[in-house]
C-alpha cells in the first residue's frame, strides 16, 4: 500500500469519529474564517471570481454565498469549473456518479462553463493536509489539474477539520499546494 493511501486511511477513519454536531459546528467555524477572508468579500462584491465546493461524504460544509459561484463539475479527463446562478435553487443541480460508483451533486449540463483564469478565490476540498500546505486529495490528481490552471493570483484556500491534519502529507511532483487552510480552529499560512 502507498504511504498515501496508508494516509487516506487513516484521515477517514478520524473522519468517520466526527459526530454530526462536531461536523456541523466545525463547518459553521470554517464557513465562517472562508466568509472573513478580503477575497470573499472582493469575489461577491464582483459577482464572479468565487469557487467553491459541495461537501462529499464528510467534507465541511461553507454552505451557498449569497450569490453566484463557480462549482466543480465532471468533465473530459478531469473537472471543470461551472458557474451556478442561484446555489440554493435545486434546479442548478444534478446527480452523477464517479468512475468509482460514488453519487454527488454537481452543476447542471446547462451551466456555463467558468474560465479558471476568472478565479480569484478557490475554496479547496480534501482528506488531509499539513502545515506545509500540502494537500492529501481523493487520489485521481483533478483538483490538483484544476489549480494547476488557476492564475497566479488566485487564492486557494483548503477547507478542513483539524483532524484532518498529518505531521507531513506525502506529496509528489504534480500536488499543487495551497495558500492556507482553514479550520474549525484556526486559519493556517506560511508566513
Known amino acids: 500500500m502507498s504511504a498515501k493511501a496508508v494516509q487516506r486511511a487513516e484521515l477517514a477513519e478520524r473522519l468517520r469519529a466526527l459526530s454530526l454536531p462536531e461536523r456541523d459546528g466545525g463547518s459553521a467555524a470554517i464557513a465562517a474564517r472562508l466568509r472573513a477572508?478580503?477575497?470573499?468579500?472582493?469575489?461577491?462584491?464582483?459577482?464572479?471570481?468565487?469557487a467553491l465546493f459541495l461537501p462529499f461524504g464528510a467534507e465541511p460544509d461553507c454552505g451557498p454565498p449569497p450569490g453566484p459561484a463557480a462549482y466543480p463539475?465532471?468533465?473530459?479527463?478531469?473537472?471543470?469549473?461551472?458557474?451556478?446562478?442561484?446555489p440554493a435553487d435545486p434546479a442548478a443541480w444534478?446527480?452523477?456518479?464517479?468512475?468509482?460508483?460514488?453519487?454527488?451533486?454537481?452543476?447542471?449540463a446547462a451551466a456555463p462553463?467558468?474560465?479558471?483564469?476568472?478565479?480569484?478565490?478557490?475554496?479547496?476540498?480534501?482528506?488531509?493536509?499539513?502545515?506545509?500546505?500540502?494537500r492529501l486529495g481523493r487520489g485521481g490528481?483533478?483538483?490538483?489539474?484544476?489549480?494547476?490552471?488557476?492564475?497566479?493570483?488566485?487564492?486557494?484556500?483548503?477547507?478542513?477539520?483539524?483532524?484532518?491534519?498529518?505531521?507531513?502529507?506525502?506529496?509528489?511532483?504534480?500536488?499543487?499546494?495551497?495558500d492556507l487552510v482553514l479550520t474549525e480552529h484556526e486559519t493556517i499560512e506560511i508566513t
Open 37 to 50: 477572508l478580503p477575497a470573499w468579500q472582493a469575489a461577491i462584491a464582483r459577482g464572479e471570481g468565487l
Open 73 to 86: 463539475r465532471l468533465a473530459e479527463g478531469g473537472i471543470e469549473l461551472a458557474l451556478v446562478e442561484n
Open 94 to 108: 444534478e446527480w452523477t456518479r464517479t468512475a468509482q460508483g460514488h453519487r454527488f451533486r454537481q452543476p447542471a
Open 113 to 134: 462553463r467558468v474560465a479558471p483564469e476568472t478565479v480569484t478565490l478557490i475554496a479547496v476540498p480534501g482528506v488531509g493536509f499539513d502545515r506545509r500546505l500540502r
Open 141 to 178: 490528481g483533478w483538483y490538483d489539474r484544476l489549480l494547476a490552471g488557476l492564475p497566479p493570483g488566485a487564492l486557494k484556500a483548503g477547507l478542513f477539520f483539524s483532524c484532518q491534519e498529518l505531521a507531513e502529507i506525502a506529496a509528489a511532483g504534480h500536488d499543487v499546494p495551497l
